[in-house]
């Protein structure tokens, strides 16, 4: 790689000197190089967490079988290689919080945010490189301490990853209540400020760092997409911080917040007047924007991966800017839903189902839309083009099925079985997660110069997506059946002992699916070093940062950044040869811009 | 042997992806200069999409066809019916969207792989399309909004009433416990303050000032008599917990420092349930599988299982804690008389504390 980059420093403009190692691989400010460690780190994290969801379901396919390695792998909390139920809840939080925060909300944006905003609306930098250095640097510090957590002596943080008080608050309730759920408040608080950082430098740029002619009815549908996340992050994410100070000072410092009336081990706690549903609205305000933070920008990669791949404008240009919007808007209305039976008014439950209902309207549109994208298109099927389409297939899949838990009173009776983790993960966690890889495939030869090898990428296309659904459909009928979710075995009820052959089907697949994602990492690695070299622009693409050179100097463009004269998704535009006409170039005379 | 046979097929799959991906790469043309699809990959991978779609189908309907009684029975409770209602008919719109989007998605990949020689048609906008189908689901949605609406009024508005017999669910970790308020019907007022009274056994911490409270009585089981409202006030002396019970479409998280409200009727009697085919047929199953797993245990010197007959149960439904997957209590729904000869062999608080 080094020997590419060096010729380029003499070309090279604006306010260079000359860098280091260190401050070209560590400590570097060029938004390339942060992408690169975001999704490096995202990508460890990721690893981690599907780690955890293998060895806590090999306990629900076989309860309280011992197996021999998780002696080793956990020693004195899975004795005999059996786990103890402790552990079991402090994996699925930790799993659950690393996929959505740490794989899916800092792995995600922040990878493809980081790179392709400057690169898309033609900037040469975030309009801090300093600030984003120091958003990705936290971001690490706080992945070290989540992983820090995990060692201590009573164990990481076992709360879920909604950490709800008291049973967060208390270190008698369960023991990684103690320094576990500390290291876990810091962690996240770490994250927050993280997030902040890296989303109000997002915001800054996309607004003030477009090149000439890029207006915002021109950007590409993925820098719309990360921008109203960013958005989102702001206005949630502080209240998000708030809980978890509040959370900190009941805990460490005596105070009633949360807390009220309890006796626990034997003795009355002193707290007084606080409330447990307080920290659930808290946490749901930023929980459930959350949930769009998540998808929003897979959606955003899918809209250009479409298009690209099948040659065609994404259709609705201007329909899609809109319900991102009203998805941003009402999803800060919503989070309501995740507390029907919270004990909270029933009438502020019907609010709730009315806004949560509305917001479908915007989901649906998207999803026709890209159908019709499709349509009457030349689909290049290459692995991030599956990706996309498989996203948008799982988006519906578990998007329906949020008509019924939107519906306060169809979520009286499935609320926390596992009907609602087979609606999350296929709804956000797989498509979020199919985002992330169609953005891998896609961007790959932007990032490393590199193409990544196209019929492993088919192979871990299909085994993933034969899984995901092996893994997550059947999950309805286990939650249709009554069974609650978070629990350590469902042997203790005979009502649910026909749900073990599911359990062990839905396992079989999930390992599989995890075998897939070593194929991926393999090729993700053999590439980066071994990979086809790429062509500038291999995939015909209309967007600016194909008109960057291959190789990656801090500033993105030799010379003038180009100027942009149309949107981008001219794809087999009548009048013109090729079936792309990318964004620099100008209006032919007479030709009509459409849209705008 | 399930566990050896999976594992086992586990790394056989392992093993053929691994040569899968070896033979693929074997077998590329050494002169391929790019990693992009070509025709042939597009024909290929067209032709997956458009088998994946029949997976699809054959996975939903294959899981109905063996799970399908997994399924909860009908609701053994008053507004039950009008729940299961609410889901069908929800279900079969998802069903219809999901089986009509799903076959557009994929045939469109399969139909429109590329190909060198075509191009694609350049549409990028369509108002009267995009106003259809916002505007369909907007009036499915309304629909269905105020549908639900109107249900979860009906459900949620508990009013106090002579006919109602007022029960309150306590929880702790990890088990449940269930308070009547006596002759009075008034429960008196309790707090986890007096927890400690009388050794101990004030068990969910009764006011012994509040009158009230002294005919009250605490049970380890829940017996409900069929046909009459029960209103339920949760309470929980510790963590976040949840009163779930399922078999009546019922469920409230139980809060501490807070009095949390449900209220249903039982429509039929722990008796007739367990005639009902649909619980007939899935005891059968769980008792042969039971059966299956006692063997087992035999085998290697542990006692069977208990055969399995049905009871209604409550379960906690809020992560509380390392026995959360343990926390629960039967229920019993019962005969008037049955069930006021059931609460006259309870002890009182009164007597209780003697
Ligand atoms: C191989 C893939 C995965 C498998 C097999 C898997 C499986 C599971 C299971 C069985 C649970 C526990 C359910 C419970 O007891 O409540 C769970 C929880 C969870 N998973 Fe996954 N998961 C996978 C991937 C993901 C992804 C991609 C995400 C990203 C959003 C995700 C997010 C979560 C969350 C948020 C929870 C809830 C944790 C909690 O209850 O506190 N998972 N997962
Ligand atoms: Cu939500
Ligand atoms: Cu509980």
Not at chain 1, 121 to 130: C, E, N, P, T
Not at chain 1, 135 to 154: D, G, N, P, Q, R
Not at chain 1, 548 to 575: M, T
Not at chain 2, 123 to 138: C, F, G, S
Request: proline fraction near 4%; charge should be negative.
């Amino acid at each position: 790689m080094s020997n590419e980059l060096d010729h380029t420093h003499d070309e090279d403009h604006g306010h260079h000197h000359k860098e280091t190692f260190i401050t070209k691989y560590i400590f570097s400010q060029d938004h390339k190089m942060i992408a690169k460690q975001y999704l490096i780190t995202g990508l460890f994290m990721g690893f981690i967490g599907i780690a955890m969801s293998l060895i806590f379901r090999l306990q629900l396919a076989w309860p309280e079988k011992p197996f021999g390695f998780l002696e080793l792998l956990l020693g004195k909390w899975a004795p005999d290689g059996v786990m103890d139920p402790n552990v079991y809840l402090a994996l699925i939080t930790i799993h659950g919080t690393i996929m959505v925060f740490f794989v899916l909300t800092a792995g995600l944006s922040g990878t493809f945010s980081n790179l392709l905003i400057p690169l898309q609306i033609g900037a040469r930098d975030m309009a801090s490189g300093l600030l984003n250095m120091f958003s990705y640097w936290l971001f690490f510090i706080s992945s070290l301490i989540m992983t820090i957590s995990l060692f201590v002596e009573a164990g990481p943080a076992a709360a879920g990853w909604t950490v709800y008080p008291p049973l967060s608050a208390l270190p008698q309730a369960q023991p990684g209540s103690g320094a576990g759920m500390t290291l876990w408040l810091v962690s996240m608080a770490v994250f927050i400020a993280s997030s902040l950082l890296a989303a109000l430098n997002y915001v800054v740029t996309v607004i003030n760092l477009r090149t000439k002619g890029m207006t915002m009815s021109r950007l590409p549908l993925t820098i719309w997409a990360f921008f109203v996340t960013a958005i989102i992050g702001i206005v949630s994410f502080p209240v998000l911080l708030s809980a978890a100070l509040l959370l900190i000072m009941d805990r460490s410092f005596g105070t009633s917040f949360f807390l009220s009336d309890i006796f626990i081990q034997g003795e009355v706690l002193h707290y007084q007047g606080g409330s447990p549903v307080l920290f659930e609205h808290l946490f749901w305000f930023l929980g459930h924007p959350e949930v769009y933070i998540v998808i929003l920008p897979a959606l955003g990669i899918t809209s250009e991966v479409l298009a690209t791949n099948a040659r065609k404008p994404i259709f609705g240009y201007r329909a899609m800017v809109a319900s991102i919007l009203a998805i941003a808007f009402l999803s800060t209305i919503v989070w309501g839903h995740h507390m029907f039976i919270s004990g909270m008014n029933p009438f502020l439950g019907s609010v709730f189902t009315f806004t949560t209902l509305l917001i479908a309207i915007p989901s649906a549109v998207k999803a026709f839309n890209y159908i019709t994208t499709l349509w009457k298109g030349n689909l290049q099927l290459n692995p991030a083009m599956l990706f996309s389409i498989a996203l948008v297939s799982t988006f519906i899949s578990g998007g329906l099925t949020g008509v019924i838990l939107g519906d306060s009173t169809l979520d009286i009776n499935v609320h926390d079985t596992y009907f609602v983790v087979a609606h999350f993960h296929l709804v956000m966690g797989i498509s979020a997660l199919y985002g992330l890889f169609a953005g891998v495939y896609h961007w790959f030869p932007k990032m490393f110069k590199r193409m990544m090898n196209k019929n492993l990428g088919y192979i871990h296309f299909w085994v993933t997506a034969i899984c995901a659904y092996g893994v997550f459909f059947p999950m309805h009928f286990i939650g249709m059946a009554g069974l609650p979710r978070r629990y350590y075995t469902n042997t203790a009820f005979p009502i649910f002992d026909d749900l073990a052959d599911i359990n062990v089907i839905i396992t079989i697949f999930a390992l599989i699916a995890g075998a897939a994602q070593l194929v991926f990492l393999y090729n993700f690695i053999h590439s980066i070093f071994y990979g086809k070299k790429t062509v500038q622009n291999p995939w015909n693409s209309n967007t600016l940062e194909w008109t960057a050179p291959i190789e990656h100097f801090h500033g993105n463009w030799h010379g003038e950044i180009p100027h942009v004269h149309r949107w981008a998704y001219d794809y087999s535009k009548p009048g013109y040869d090729k079936d792309f006409v990318p964004q620099n170039i100008p209006l032919k005379k007479g030709e009509e811009e459409l849209q705008h | 042997m399930t566990l050896l046979l999976s594992l086992i097929l586990l790394i056989l799959v392992t093993i053929s992806i691994w040569q899968l991906t070896k033979i693929l790469e074997l077998s590329q043309p050494k002169k391929e200069e790019t990693q992009v699809a070509n025709d042939q990959d597009n024909q290929t991978q067209g032709v997956l999409l458009f088998a994946f779609l029949i997976f699809i189908y054959i996975l939903t309907i294959f899981s109905f066809w063996r799970w399908g009684d997994v399924l909860l029975p009908e609701a053994s409770s008053d507004h039950g019916a009008l729940y299961d209602n609410l889901m069908w008919l929800t279900f079969a719109i998802i069903f219809f969207v999901q089986t009509i989007t799903q076959a557009l998605l994929h045939y469109f990949g399969y139909k429109y792989r590329g190909k060198k020689s075509r191009k694609a048609y350049f549409l990028a906008d369509n108002d009267r399309l995009e106003a259809v189908w916002t505007i369909i689901p907007t009036i499915v949605l309304a629909g269905l909004i105020l549908y639900g609406l109107y249900t979860w009024t009906d459900i949620m508005t508990i009013e106090e009433n002579e006919d109602a017999i007022v029960v309150e669910l306590y929880a702790q970790q990890f088990n449940w416990k269930a308070r009547y308020a006596g002759k009075d019907n008034v429960l008196g007022d309790a707090n986890v303050r007096f927890l400690q009274d009388f050794e101990g056994k004030n068990l969910v911490g009764i006011d012994i000032t509040d009158p009230n409270g002294l005919d009250d009585i605490v049970t380890q089981e829940l017996h409900l008599p069929v046909g009459k409202e029960i209103i339920f006030k949760m309470r929980s002396q510790d963590v976040l917990h949840s009163a779930y019970m399922p078999h009546f479409r019922a469920q409230m998280n139980c809060v501490p420092g807070m009095i949390t409200e449900f209220a249903f009727t039982p429509i039929k009697t722990t008796e007739e349930i367990r005639m009902d085919p649909d619980v007939i047929s899935k005891v059968r199953k769980i008792n042969e599988i039971r059966k299956r797993n006692s063997e087992e245990l035999i085998l290697n010197g542990e006692e069977p299982l208990d055969p399995y007959v049905f009871d209604y149960v409550l379960i906690c439904n809020k992560i509380c804690g390392v026995s959360h997957y343990n926390m629960q209590m039967k229920i019993v729904v019962e005969t008037q008389e049955d069930f006021n000869s059931w609460l006259s062999n309870q002890q009182t608080f009164s007597q209780f504390i003697q």
